[in-house]
Each structure stands twice: as structure tokens, then as C-alpha cells.
């Protein structure tokens, strides 16, 4: 089964940067490889039961998806080679204080809708504040 697991997370203080990476592994058991997946971003408040679908891109990376709130200082990536999806967060506001999640599924029309994705990281805690 595919195992998403997040990292780079942590305090950053406001109009700050941070890189997020999303590694996955366990293609050996379905047979697909990450170029298989659309991988999406998350975001949820800690003890909060609404997850926030932040951005999303496309199995071949050409398509990318970004709610309003993060257009223009967030950028999503990925590289299949290293299996790695990647959320560059730039321009950082205490309002982007979340525990940010990966997420992949193989539904091609896929964009930041919950229901989508099928698989799930642990997720990594993001924090702005001076």
C-alpha cells in the first residue's frame, strides 16, 4: 500500500519561508509508481475536524491547483524520480498555522477536494508566529 510521509515542518516567523516534502514508497505492493498519483496538500487546525485542501498537482506535473489563500505565495512540485512532492510556502502568515498533509490518489481529475484522495500521510506541524 502507498505510505506518504511529510516533512519540513516547523516554526517559522511571519513572511517567512519553508519547504514541505511529501516522500512516498510502498509502489512494490500495487505496482504503480508515483507518475501514477495526483498529490494534493492539506491543511487542518490541530483538534479541528475540517481538512482545507490547499494545492494539488497533476501525475506528469503539468497541472497545478492552489486555493485562493495561497495563490501567488505557495508553489507545489514534484519530482517522480526521488518519489518526492514538494510545497514551497513563501510569505508566511500566522493565519497559515496548520498540521499540513499529503495526500495521493489516482484519479486524474483530481484537484483539492478531501474525497479524492485515497491515501494519507501523518502530517507535519506548521507554525507562524514572532
Known amino acids: 500500500q502507498l505510505k506518504l510521509v511529510e516533512s519540513g515542518g516547523g516554526l517559522v516567523q511571519p513572511g517567512g519561508s519553508l519547504r514541505l516534502s511529501c516522500a512516498a514508497s510502498?509502489?512494490?505492493?500495487?505496482?504503480?509508481?508515483?507518475?501514477?498519483?495526483?498529490v494534493g496538500w492539506f491543511r487542518q487546525a490541530p483538534g479541528g475536524n475540517i481538512r482545507e485542501g490547499v494545492s494539488?498537482?497533476?501525475?506528469?506535473?503539468?497541472?497545478?491547483y492552489y486555493a485562493d489563500s495561497v495563490k501567488g505565495r505557495f508553489t507545489i512540485s514534484r519530482d517522480n524520480a526521488k518519489n518526492t512532492v514538494y510545497l514551497q510556502m513563501n510569505s508566511l502568515k500566522p493565519e497559515d498555522t496548520y498540521v499540513y498533509y499529503c495526500?495521493?490518489?489516482?484519479?486524474?481529475?483530481?484537484?483539492?477536494?478531501?474525497?479524492?484522495?485515497?491515501?494519507w500521510g501523518q502530517g507535519t506541524q506548521v507554525t507562524v508566529s514572532s
Open positions: 494539488s498537482i497533476s501525475s506528469d506535473g503539468v497541472y497545478t
Open positions: 495526500a495521493a490518489t489516482r484519479y486524474k481529475g483530481a484537484t483539492i477536494k478531501v474525497y479524492e484522495y485515497d491515501y
Open positions: 510502498g509502489f512494490s505492493l500495487d505496482g504503480f509508481s508515483l507518475d501514477s498519483y495526483v
